[in-house]
């Protein structure tokens, strides 16, 4: 067991991959610009402006940062108003059981997203006002694999790198952990990644930790 956990959100807690990705299509097919689901996992973890760098290899075009911010912004608008479908019934119930379970325990629970929608997010799904803290893509300079989001979390929750779990489905979140001193749990293809201290098949089997 470990004092505090830090949850990513998207893909952990809940499941917004889907959003992102008819989101950030809509985008690309307005830009005629080639975009697919295997495209999109590369997208995992990384922050919006990375991931419209990553969109944009696929085009023949140069783009001005001003018209790089206003392709991020537009994605945005069309990602938020598909958050707004998500309501509690989108927390899955192994996930509310284990945050149910670690809190029992008496464990700190926080979120380390690079996510700037995390707050919304949150609401949506019931959970605002949940965690002991959240440390969101708002409150970062650098996103993940860099650490920063989780160090502020520890920090936010009063606790050593070293006593906290990351708990993440991207490898770029797992390589975070690691470059932070923080030990890490994965699912899917978080699993991949070398560092990874304990692989999970879902969500519950942190209670097992
Ligand atoms: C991460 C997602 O949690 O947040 C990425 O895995 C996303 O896919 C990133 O790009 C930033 O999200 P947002 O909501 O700030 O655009
Ligand atoms: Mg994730």
Not at 73 to 85: A, F, G, S, V
Not at 95 to 119: D, H, P, Q, Y
């Amino acid at each position: 067991m470990y004092a505090g956990y830090i949850f990513d959100l998207d893909g952990v807690i809940c499941f917004t991959d889907q959003y992102h990705y008819q989101a950030w299509k809509k985008l690309a097919d307005r830009l005629d610009i080639y975009f697919d689901e295997e495209i999109n996992n590369r997208l995992r973890g990384v922050s919006r402006m990375d991931s419209l760098e990553i969109i944009l290899e696929r085009s023949c075009k140069v783009y001005t940062v001003e018209e790089k911010l206003a392709f991020a912004e537009e994605k945005n608008k069309i990602y938020k108003k598909l958050l707004r479908k998500m309501t509690p019934e989108d927390l899955p119930a192994d996930v509310k059981t284990t945050l149910m379970e670690l809190r029992k325990k008496g464990c700190k629970l926080a979120i380390g997203s690079s996510s700037k929608n995390t707050k919304m997010i949150l609401e949506r799904i019931g959970l605002n006002n949940f965690f002991d803290a959240v440390s969101d893509g708002t409150n970062i300079v650098n996103s993940k694999p860099d650490p920063e989001v989780f160090l502020k979390a520890a920090e936010l929750i009063g606790e050593n790198p070293k006593d906290c779990l990351i708990i993440e489905d991207a490898k770029a979140g797992i390589e975070g952990a690691f470059r932070g001193g923080f030990d890490s749990a994965g699912l899917g293809e978080a699993n991949e990644h070398p560092r990874v201290n304990y692989k999970m098949k879902k969500i519950t089997d942190l209670l097992s930790i």
